[in-house]
T-cell receptor
Framework: QKEVEQDPGPLSVPEGAIVSLNCTYS??????FMWYRQYSRKGPELLMY????GNKEDGRFTAQVDKSSKYISLFIRDSQPSDSATYLC??????????????FGTGTLLAVQP | KAGVTQTPRYLIKTRGQQVTLSCSPI?????VSWYQQTPGQGLQFLFE???????NKGNFPGRFSGRQFSNSRSEMNVSTLELGDSALYLCASNPEGSTGELFFGEGSRLTVL
């Protein structure tokens, strides 16, 4: 079993829809939770960053972390064709020199249809 | 501010050869991490360097090595290439004191024939 599980999709939604992306994990030591977005032929770019549990909102994006359930989510409101990309969840225990040893999900491919 | 720069962007090698990939981090970033991305395994951590010291290493064979120079630029080397080493190799840098807030380059795509 992988430490981080993510539905690979693909996920296709119409423009304006609310998108929900999720990851589950097994390592209770994870404290830092990230969502990265990767466009085709590009490197990943950081979208959302959360420490420990709770919600974080940034414009149309909301990240949620539920450590009790070992479950994280990314919500995209009013989705746009420009949101079409692969979304990767990532996690880190963030201690003992492993600060940037991130464990990534396999990514969910999202297509927003105009 | 210039982003993370990786060279070369694309390269083709044959089995048994070796390859060296280069990464220039964002100015002021002293931490550099390397990841391998494949369709089957996704993004996997290779190693991390900070101030010329390897801070952590992933579960890859000894054929994979790296180093960091005093100007924070980093290189990784893969010796005795195997077909399974074909992948996108991504370098990332981040500011001191941050955890997981990585700025990635566009990667070096290696094909091993």
């Amino acid at each position: 079993q992988k430490e981080v599980e993510q539905d690979p999709g693909p996920l296709s939604v119409p423009e304006g829809a609310i998108v929900s992306l999720n990851c589950t994990y097994s390592n209770s030591a994870f404290q830092y939770f990230m969502w990265y977005r990767q466009y085709s032929r590009k490197g990943p770019e950081l979208l959302m960053y959360t420490y420990s549990s709770g919600n974080k909102e940034d414009g149309r994006f909301t990240a949620q972390v539920d450590k009790s359930s070992k479950y994280i989510s990314l919500f995209i409101r009013d989705s746009q064709p420009s949101d079409s990309a692969t979304y990767l969840c990532a996690m880190s225990a963030g201690y003992g020199g492993a600060t940037n040893k991130l464990i990534f999900g396999t990514g969910t491919l999202l297509a927003v249809q105009p | 501010k210039a982003g993370v720069t990786q060279t070369p962007r694309y390269l083709i090698k044959t089995r048994g050869q070796q390859v060296t990939l280069s990464c220039s981090p964002i100015s002021g970033h002293r931490s550099v991490s390397w990841y391998q991305q494949t369709p089957g395994q996704g993004l996997q951590f290779l190693f991390e360097y900070f101030s010329e010291t390897q801070r952590n290493k992933g579960n890859f064979p000894g054929r994979f090595s790296g180093r960091q120079f005093s100007n924070s630029r980093s290189e990784m080397n893969v010796s005795t290439l195997e077909l399974g080493d074909s992948a996108l190799y991504l370098c990332a840098s981040n500011p001191e004191g941050s955890t997981g807030e990585l700025f990635f380059g566009e990667g070096s795509r290696l094909t091993v024939l």
